[in-house]
């Protein structure tokens, strides 16, 4: 079971997409259970990426893991205001942003814990794993404190 | 010596934007007949074929379209890679034709998207609550709309250049312009500026205005070598360069969100034509958003990076300016079944071919195509001349 906590303003679980975990994903989405954001860092050219895949996209050797401090800045966002899918057009508007972590690779993901216009570019966030299920913690994101 | 240079010599659009009669296969085949037509070249002489729908589970699929039609080719392409497919299939047909790997090639697409409105659950997961697997477990939980994606590359735009929605909405109001001046066009009603910015917000900070409409369509070309061409119905237009670049495919994963593979695959096709971005008279460019049209008059070099605002806003867009844009109205105004590069190709044919009707760019002998595939990653870029260099 997870480590991580449920946040007072966490965000609504039901009806969201969840990942389906295959032999790439399976170590990162294990790690979001106890509370820690990976990338891939490459063993060989020291390159580091994200999402997680059986191969360095820079040299083509097998990538290992790195923990991330779980910080970053917001590098672009949208406001999405209108969104015909189920369970999101419940819960517009809501954030949607690529955050540039301090490790280099960028992620995306909402923005919570601030009203949706105060989301801008170049802004400092950090990760607040919201549990899921019995296999992932999915990672929002804050401004940080 | 047989002249092998790849010309277009047939277009044909099935009914656009609003055709509840024809289903998708159906859409494929009124284009491939009116383009048959319109060059008066028999089925029976294709002997290539490309067709972008690659799900095999749609009734449109590739292999079985051609079968549909009762066409058995020996160049056969299913590049499928989103709304610049179709400059790609062009690149290809025009290389398998310089090269003897077939003579007459048909390209096709239909959709019939608008009347399917509604039963499309969109990207990610098909219900609610679905293990999502790949690549898009890592987007699909954060609800990012297709918007959201290219609102994304605008907002960083804005960030970098300053570029303002006022700029973006110069680009919706010009191809409005020319909608209003193409009969089959789906919104012709005219639009300024302060509609464009003022209509209601969908993903920050593209407005309603920015987004293409959702329409039924289909349009078909037939690529074939200028010596047949010599005997056809209508005068060849020529393949001066054709090329394509991609750069990314899912917008997480996008490298910069100002620049697209637009800047690679501008650069090649110029290169092949011998020719510069002030020899274009027009350009036909995929505006799924108005940012998207904006990045590429960026990277293909109509103006600096950065510059695209100022230059949208100039009034260069419109007929009569320096560089008339989507003068069938675009995907913005005129029709947009989901994947728009073979519309982009018959428009820019027709004013070639000096059949721009009210929309004609007066003198009008090198037009550029540029496709957008996916979320600004799969760019195609075809040059096409009224002579042959």
Redesign the interface.
């Known amino acids: 079971m997870t480590n991580v906590t449920t946040p007072a303003d966490a965000p609504p679980m039901e009806g969201r997409p969840v990942p389906l975990l295959d032999a790439s994903t399976r170590p990162y989405w294990e790690a979001t259970l106890r509370g820690e954001l990976l990338v891939q860092e490459c063993p060989e050219c020291d390159h580091r990426q994200f999402y997680p895949r059986q191969i360095c996209v820079e040299c083509g050797a097998v990538p290992g893991w790195l923990t991330t401090g779980g910080k970053g800045v917001v590098h672009t966002f949208s406001v999405v205001r209108q969104n015909g899918a189920f369970p999101f057009n419940q819960w517009t508007p809501y954030a949607v942003a690529m955050v540039e972590l301090d490790e280099g690779p960028r992620i995306m993901g909402n923005v919570i814990g601030c009203e949706v216009d105060e989301v801008r570019i170049g802004m400092r966030v950090e990760v607040d794993f919201v549990p899921l299920n019995d296999e992932a913690a999915l990672p929002f994101w804050r401004p940080a404190g | 010596m047989v002249d092998r240079t790849p010309v277009i010599a047939g277009i044909g659009l099935s009914d656009c934007p609003k055709a509840p009669h024809l289903d998708a296969v159906g859409h494929h085949v009124l284009a491939a007949q009116r383009a048959l037509a319109d060059c008066g070249l028999a089925k029976s002489e294709i002997d290539g074929f490309m067709c972008a729908q690659g799900d095999f589970a749609q009734p449109d699929n590739a292999g079985t379209m051609a079968e549909i039609l009762g066409i058995n080719p020996r160049y056969f392409d299913g590049t499928a890679v989103g709304g610049s497919s179709f400059e790609l299939h062009v690149q290809h047909a025009a290389a398998a034709i310089r090269a003897g790997l077939c003579d007459n090639v048909l390209i096709v697409y239909g959709s019939d998207l608008y009347t399917q409105s509604g039963t499309n ?2 990207f ?2 098909k219900k ?8 898009l ?9 297709l ?3 290219y ?3 605008a ?2 735009h804005m ?1 970098e250049y300053g570029t303002t929605s006022e700029q973006l909405a110069a680009i919706a109001v010009a191809c409005r312009t020319h909608a209003a001046l193409n009969p089959n066009a789906q919104y012709r009603k005219p639009m300024t500026i302060e509609d464009v910015v003022n209509s ?7 407005h309603l205005l920015d987004c293409c409409v959702v329409s039924d369509g289909g349009g078909a070309v037939i690529v074939t070598t200028a010596e047949r061409a010599r005997d056809l119905r209508q005068p060849p237009v020529y393949v001066l360069g054709a090329a394509s670049a991609q750069t990314h495919w899912n917008i ?2 996008m490298p910069d ?1 100002t620049r697209t593979g637009a800047e690679r695959s501008g650069k090649e096709a110029f290169a092949q034509a011998g020719l510069t971005p002030d020899d274009v008279d027009t350009v036909q460019l995929y505006d799924s958003f108005t940012i998207t049209a904006l990045l590429m008059l960026e990277d293909l070099g109509f103006c600096k990076k950065g510059e695209g605002g100022p230059f949208a806003a100039s009034g260069a867009l419109q007929l009569g300016g320096a560089l008339p844009l989507n003068t069938d109205g675009g995907a913005l105004s005129s029709c947009h079944p989901g994947m728009r590069g073979i519309f982009l190709l018959i428009e820019a044919t027709r004013q070639l071919r000096g059949q721009g009707g009210e929309a004609q760019v007066e003198g009008a002998e090198v037009a550029l195509a540029c496709g957008s595939g996916g979320w600004l990653s799969a760019m195609g870029t075809v040059i096409l001349g009224k002579d042959k260099a």
Do not use: C, K, T
Not at chain 2, 128 to 135: D, F, H, L, N, Y
Not at chain 2, 200 to 206: C, E, K, N, S, V
């Open positions: 659950p969109g990610g997961a609610p609550g679905e293990a999502v697997p790949g690549v477990q890592f987007e699909a939980p954060w609800g990012n709309s918007i959201g994606a609102a994304m590359a907002q960083r960030h209601r917000m969908i993903a920050d900070p593209l997480s994963q969100y």
